[in-house]
């Protein structure tokens, strides 16, 4: 076995020992009665709110009240959202106009929480699914931990161009520390007191960052908070771009953009190592079966054997992280996907802007 393919396997290994830090968020009993505050910011969500209001009407720990922050929406989410609501106890709030220096969410969230009541607050984007017991475990673990607790969806598929997004699903995840106080902030689905959250300076300390999530978290650290994340394979999921193909790329490419400067390089380091295996994999075998150039052992066998364990690895890590089905046995279509968004981020870098949900957005922070 040549000094190459050990390289390749203990990259291999590598995926392994990252993979051991994907916590679950864990399911507790909420202590006393606290009111909860249920804040869901909606900007052209009018085919995603009636699911979440029907899931919230359904939670085991009911909350005192469901907030909808119509971010200035186009589609009727307003309307949708009072028609949807049931028994809840829902309110649909709209901000002012977006004043310069804002983004969108930030804006609707903030005032969200100045028209809420409850003692805890829970953020929830619209396209999310939670499980009835999800209130419940987000509440507990806040009264547990303190600070901010959020929790990154099991990221649900239907369509083939879905399972595209396997590598940013699984990288954005492997390259930053979870569980208890790590300092990381997932958006989608947090959890915080009113007090910790105007200890941390709440949204109007974010106001202008498009990966809000990141920088709160970073607000609540500075003001001596914990900040703790885990996944939610089991009590909430999302289907994340069901606009279609464009949507997917547009949006991962802000996401790729903005947060390029919060990841965790100790953690980034690691996953590169475990990438670069991933992607020779992808190249060596198809190399070997048609004779393009390549390094190390041209033999179609050991190349084939290097593929398989890592498509094996891919479909064991990615079943509590989303449901990508095959798409790990075809790993190299996923690898190609995401070197080129990659390089498109890193063009509106330069560029300085993306075109989101209708406004434009910096990748400048």
Same mark, same amino acid.
């Given at each position: 076995?040549?000094?190459?393919?050990?390289?390749?396997?203990?990259?291999?290994?590598?995926?392994?020992?990252?993979?051991?830090?994907?916590?679950?968020?864990?399911?507790?009993?909420?202590?006393?009665?606290?009111? !909860?505050?249920?804040?869901?910011?909606?900007?052209?969500?009018?085919?995603?709110?009636?699911?979440?209001?029907?899931?919230?009407?359904?939670?085991?720990?009911?909350?005192?009240? =469901?907030?909808? !922050?119509?971010?200035?929406?186009?589609?009727?989410?307003?309307?949708?959202?009072?028609?949807?609501?049931?028994?809840?106890?829902?309110? =649909?709030i709209a901000p002012p106009p977006l004043p310069p220096g804002w983004c969108g969410k930030t804006w609707?969230?903030?005032?969200?929480?100045?028209?809420?009541? +409850?003692?805890?607050?829970?953020?929830?984007?619209?396209?999310?699914?939670?499980?009835?017991?999800?209130?419940?475990?987000?509440?507990?673990?806040?009264?547990?931990?303190?600070?901010?607790?959020?929790?990154?969806?099991?990221?649900?598929?239907?369509?083939?161009?879905?399972?595209?997004?396997?590598?940013?699903?699984? =990288?954005?995840?492997?390259?930053?520390?979870?569980?208890?106080?790590?300092?990381?902030?997932? +958006?989608?689905?947090?959890?915080?007191?009113?007090?910790?959250?105007?200890?941390?300076?709440?949204?109007?300390?974010?106001?202008?960052?498009?990966?809000?999530?990141?920088?709160?978290?970073?607000?609540?650290?500075?003001?001596?908070?914990?900040?703790?994340?885990? !996944?939610?394979?089991?009590?909430?999921?999302?289907?994340?771009?069901?606009? +279609?193909?464009?949507?997917? =790329?547009?949006?991962?490419?802000?996401?790729?953009?903005?947060?390029?400067?919060e990841v965790h390089w100790p953690w980034m380091v690691a996953v590169v190592l475990w990438l670069s295996g991933l992607f020779w994999?992808?190249?060596?075998?198809?190399?070997?079966?048609?004779?393009?150039?390549?390094?190390?052992?041209?033999?179609?066998?050991?190349?084939?054997?290097?593929?398989?364990?890592?498509?094996?690895?891919?479909?064991?890590?990615?079943?509590?992280?989303?449901?990508?089905?095959?798409?790990?046995?075809?790993?190299?279509?996923?690898?190609?996907?995401?070197?080129?968004?990659?390089?498109?981020?890193?063009?509106?870098?330069?560029?300085?802007?993306?075109?989101?949900?209708?406004?434009?957005?910096?990748?400048?922070?």
């Amino acid at each position: 076995m040549g000094w190459l393919t050990v390289s390749v396997l203990v990259r291999w290994l590598l995926g392994w020992v990252l993979s051991w830090h994907l916590p679950l968020l864990p399911r507790g009993s909420v202590q006393g009665q606290p009111s !909860i505050s249920v804040l869901i910011p909606a900007r052209n969500e009018a085919g995603t709110l009636p699911n979440l209001l029907a899931r919230l009407g359904q939670q085991h720990q009911q909350p005192l009240e =469901v907030i909808v !922050i119509d971010d200035h929406s186009s589609d009727g989410t307003a309307a949708i959202a009072q028609a949807a609501a049931g028994p809840l106890p829902l309110r =649909v709030i709209a901000p002012p106009p977006l004043p310069p220096g804002w983004c969108g969410k930030t804006w609707a969230l903030h005032h969200g929480v100045q028209a809420s009541l +409850g003692d805890v607050l829970v953020f929830l984007d619209a396209d999310t699914e939670p499980q009835p017991d999800l209130l419940g475990s987000l509440v507990a673990l806040q009264q547990q931990l303190g600070g901010l607790v959020s929790v990154q969806p099991f990221h649900r598929t239907e369509q083939p161009y879905e399972q595209l997004s396997l590598l940013f699903n699984l =990288v954005g995840l492997l390259a930053v520390p979870l569980g208890p106080g790590c300092g990381v902030a997932f +958006g989608p689905a947090m959890t915080t007191s009113r007090h910790d959250y105007g200890r941390s300076g709440g949204h109007r300390a974010v106001a202008d960052k498009v990966v809000e999530d990141w920088f709160l978290g970073h607000c609540y650290e500075q003001a001596g908070l914990p900040v703790s994340a885990y !996944i939610g394979c089991g009590q909430i999921s999302y289907r994340m771009y069901p606009g +279609g193909l464009r949507d997917m =790329v547009v949006g991962f490419d802000k996401n790729f953009a903005t947060a390029a400067g919060e990841v965790h390089w100790p953690w980034m380091v690691a996953v590169v190592l475990w990438l670069s295996g991933l992607f020779w994999a992808a190249w060596c075998l198809p190399a070997s079966l048609l004779g393009w150039p390549m390094l190390g052992d041209p033999s179609p066998l050991s190349n084939g054997m290097i593929y398989a364990a890592f498509a094996l690895q891919l479909a064991w890590i990615t079943r509590r992280v989303g449901s990508f089905r095959w798409i790990p046995l075809i790993f190299p279509v996923p690898v190609m996907f995401f070197l080129g968004v990659f390089l498109l981020a890193i063009i509106n870098l330069e560029r300085g802007q993306v075109q989101w949900k209708g406004r434009r957005v910096s990748t400048r922070e």
